[in-house]
Structure formats: C-alpha cells, structure tokens
T-cell receptor
Framework: DSGVTQTPKHLITATGQRVTLRCSPRSGDLSVYWYQQSLDQGLQFLIQYYNGEERAKGNILERFSAQQFPDLHSELNLSSLELGDSALYFC?????????????FGEGSRLTVL | AQSVTQPDIHITVSEGASLELRCNYSYGATPYLFWYVQSPGQGLQLLLKYFSGDTLVQGIKGFEAEFKRSQSSFNLRKPSVHWSDAAEYFCAVGDYKLSFGAGTTVTVRA
C-alpha cells in the first residue's frame, strides 16, 4: 500500500461525457502527479501540482483539467470524452523536499469510454 | 529532451534463473534513474533508484541495477527469479517529471 488513494477504481461512461477522478496523496506529501497509461501511448505524464499550484504540464489535452485543493487532494477532470481516452489514470505523490522523481503511485482509475 | 528505451517487450525466464532487463536513456544532465514494477491490477512500485555515487544500486525484492554512463544504460538484474516476480517493469528517467519506457513484461515459468 503506497498510501496514495484513488477513486473510483473503475469507471465506464459514454463518449461526450465528463468524469472526475480523485486522488488523495500520502500524508505529508505536497506534490501530486497525474499519469495516463494506455496501450498505444504507454505511461504519459499529464500534470503536476505542488501545494495547490500547477508546477509542470505534460501531454495533457485541453479537454482535461486538474486542480489541487487546500487539503492537498487532487481531481482530474476529463470532458468531451472520446474512445481514445480509455486508459488507466494514475495519481502519484512525492515527499515535500523531493525533487528527484521518487514517486508513490496509487492503484489507478480505469476509465472505459464506450 | 529526456527519453527511455526498453528494447525488450517481453521476457520469459525460468524460476530460479537469472534475469536482466535492459534500459537505455537519453537525458541532458546527470540522470535520475528509476525502476518501477507493476503487478497486474496494481499501481507502480519503486524497485530502486540512482541519483549519484555508487553505480551499482540495490533495491527491494533482491533486485539491483547498474548505471553505465558510457553506454547510457541502467539495466536491472536479479540473480534468481521467483514466480512472484512476474510483472511489468518500467525504467524511468527524470526529476519531478518522469519519462517512462514502454515497459518489459516478465513471465516466469515453473
């Protein structure tokens, strides 16, 4: 158990819909990262938040957005869903003074778009 | 730009045999390198990491990896594989923004 909690574990929805994925980082961690894992793209970095502010952006689509709340939990919002958005979405967190990429991953949220 | 190549998509090994997974990286400076393991239906778990110093690093579950700057490699090894080592293994490079390789699936046969 990494200490990172993601909900829901599984989600099935239709094209055009909007979903929200939630992540609670490990206790004391200030950084939250979102990754997408798909068969064709592998593991792709989407976005990072640090203590409520966006720190880095990766291959995140404009239809996707994220935020980190004062209690440090984070949400990833996916809108106008397409079939290709079906993937496993991971959240990870890192220790407050870590700038060296040691991430602790949640078990992921599997999104299926029909 | 940083990137990672894992040349082997799938490796099958007998239980008790040794295992080596290859990883080549591209990074502009001294790299931070990682190996993660993903068991079916699970998240990624850190096996080991290299930041600096000794180029042979020890990790959990009996794994080790050797950093070779001249070859831009960070290969993962285990002397004797157990059936529970069947999983997907990812090499990664970066600092706070990790780039992952495509992964190597390891199958362990009895």
């Amino acid at each position: 158990d990494s200490g990172v909690t993601q909900t829901p574990k599984h989600l099935i929805t239709a094209t055009g819909q909007r979903v929200t994925l939630r992540c609670s980082p490990r206790s004391g961690d200030l950084s939250v990262y979102w990754y997408q894992q798909s068969l064709d793209q592998g593991l792709q970095f989407l976005i990072q938040y640090y203590n409520g502010e966006e720190r880095a952006k990766g291959n995140i689509l404009e239809r996707f957005s994220a935020q980190q709340f004062p209690d440090l939990h984070s949400e990833l919002n996916l809108s106008s869903l397409e079939l290709g958005d079906s993937a496993l979405y991971f959240c990870a967190s890192s220790a407050p003074r870590s700038s060296t990429g040691e991430l602790f991953f949640g078990e992921g949220s599997r999104l299926t778009v029909l | 730009a940083q990137s990672v190549t894992q040349p082997d998509i799938h490796i099958t090994v007998s239980e008790g045999a040794s295992l080596e997974l290859r990883c080549n990286y591209s990074y502009g400076a001294t790299p931070y390198l990682f190996w993660y393991v993903q068991s079916p239906g699970q998240g990624l778990q850190l096996l080991l990491k290299y930041f600096s110093g000794d180029t042979l690093v020890q990790g959990i579950k009996g794994f080790e990896a050797e950093f070779k700057r001249s070859q831009s490699s960070f290969n993962l090894r285990k002397p004797s594989v157990h059936w529970s080592d069947a999983a997907e293994y990812f090499c990664a490079v970066g600092d706070y923004k990790l780039s992952f390789g495509a992964g190597t699936t390891v199958t362990v046969r009895a």
